[in-house]
């Protein structure tokens, strides 16, 4: 499907024929640098081809009415401006009229409403951000048909308030932050505590991220990632009662080494372990990835992989087996999990040329372990949210 057919979707959804205006956002990869970005640490995350495109339509009322062709069975979900309550029966709808109230609540003009259509080319609960990839086109289509001067990173902050504080979800800004500001082949060092970035470029020479779907849906992933965050608060309380910190992101792993023992429960000392090292590692694989080094850069992701399966202990059967068999295969540099976990993705850096017999032979160990198929794809960095004309192409 290309934008053009998603415009004569829209006319078919709304019964309207008239000029409509499309967007896209993307989804987004982590490199490195996981469950990092809560605990005021460094993440290191691209943009991806697929996302979620918009094609919007400006009303003379104050009603919003959204529609995904992603689930069609849901059928056009109409609120009024007045009233964007998080409501359970309104499903993904949720996102933008989360999205709506945040940029009302702080202080951006809304005065219409609009016809919205959606359609996303990010697998659902892959752990790709396709929640985020909702709450940024939205972002992006209201601050261009309204005109609100937002720029990117208040935009990225309000995307977060809506998964913290609509949706429930006590996530980072990793995802909001990569899909607002993402950079054709680049991925972004982001510390999390200063918000301040650059862009690296990805040069991986011969070698191309493949993204492995285990095609596990994730469960209860809300309360567990809560759960996490929690952890690692209540590991940080303790630590501050003799360090001046006011994040486990500031502790190097020798400080964190000295001082480990104030914390007094064993789970919360080795979610906290993970939270330091994988900080550590996101800031050394970015040098690596700088001198050239992707030997080094895939071999932290390994350990990457390794910190999150035994001390954060939120990889799972699927994703451990993916990126075991991943690193059986010839020309493979390194995989690890991607995003929040339980389920979703895991990325591997594989040689260009073996791309082929890789996806045969991991989806071969993988489908005999776990008893379904997994899904691969070549990962492309791409920008981030944005206005598109309407041939561009999904
Ligand atoms: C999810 C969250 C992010 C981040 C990752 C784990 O994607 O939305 O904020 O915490 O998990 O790194």
Redesign the pocket.
């Known amino acids: 499907m290309n934008a053009l057919n998603l415009n004569h979707e829209f006319q078919k959804t709304f019964t309207i024929s008239t000029e409509t205006r499309t967007f896209f956002a993307p989804g987004r990869i982590?490199l490195i640098?996981?469950?990092?970005?809560?605990n005021g640490g460094h993440?290191f995350p691209a943009s991806i081809s697929f996302g979620t495109y918009a094609v919007v339509r400006k009303r003379e009322d104050r009603i919003f009415r959204f529609c995904s062709l992603n689930f069609q069975d849901d059928g056009i979900i109409e609120c009024e401006l007045s009233n964007l309550a998080f409501n359970t029966d309104d499903g993904w709808a949720n996102y933008p009229k989360g999205m709506i109230h945040h940029f009302q609540k702080a202080g951006y003009e809304i005065t219409h409403g609009a016809d919205i259509l959606y359609y996303g080319n990010i697998p659902n609960g892959a752990?790709l951000?396709s929640s985020?990839s909702i709450e940024l086109v939205t972002g992006v289509l209201l601050e261009q048909i309204y005109q609100l001067q937002i720029d990117r990173i208040t935009m990225a902050k309000i995307g977060q308030q809506v998964?913290n504080e609509y949706m429930g979800v006590n996530?980072?800004?990793?995802?909001q932050f990569a899909i607002g500001l993402g950079k054709q082949d680049h991925a972004i060092l982001l510390n999390c505590e200063t918000l301040d970035f650059h862009y690296a470029p990805l040069q991986l020479n011969d070698h191309r991220i493949i993204i492995m779907n285990s095609n596990k849906q994730r469960t209860l992933a809300g309360s567990k990632?809560n759960e996490r965050r929690a952890q690692c608060e209540s590991a940080l309380k303790e630590l501050q009662s003799a360090l001046p910190i006011t994040s486990l992101g500031q502790l190097t792993k020798s400080s964190f080494d000295n001082h480990q023992q104030l914390i007094t429960n064993e789970l919360n000392r080795k979610r906290a372990k993970h939270a330091v090292y994988e900080n550590a590692r996101t800031l050394e694989a970015l040098e690596r990835l700088n001198e050239g080094d992707i030997i080094s850069f895939g071999k932290l992701m390994n350990e990457s992989h390794e910190s999150l399966r035994q001390d954060y202990e939120v990889t799972g059967i699927e994703l451990d087996t993916l990126v075991e068999a991943a690193n059986q295969q010839q020309g493979v540099l390194g995989a690890r999990m991607t995003?929040?976990g339980f389920g979703g993705c895991a990325i591997a850096i594989v040689e260009k040329d073996r791309i082929e017999d890789f996806k045969r032979n991991v989806n071969d160990l993988y489908s005999q372990k776990v008893g379904y198929s997994a899904t691969f794809y070549t990962a492309t960095i791409g920008n981030g949210a944005r206005e598109i004309i309407a041939e561009e192409v999904l």
């Not at 640098?33 to 809560?38: A, K």
């Open positions: 982590n640098g996981e469950h990092t970005d809560y993440v752990g951000s985020a998964e996530s980072g800004i990793m995802d990632y995003g929040a």
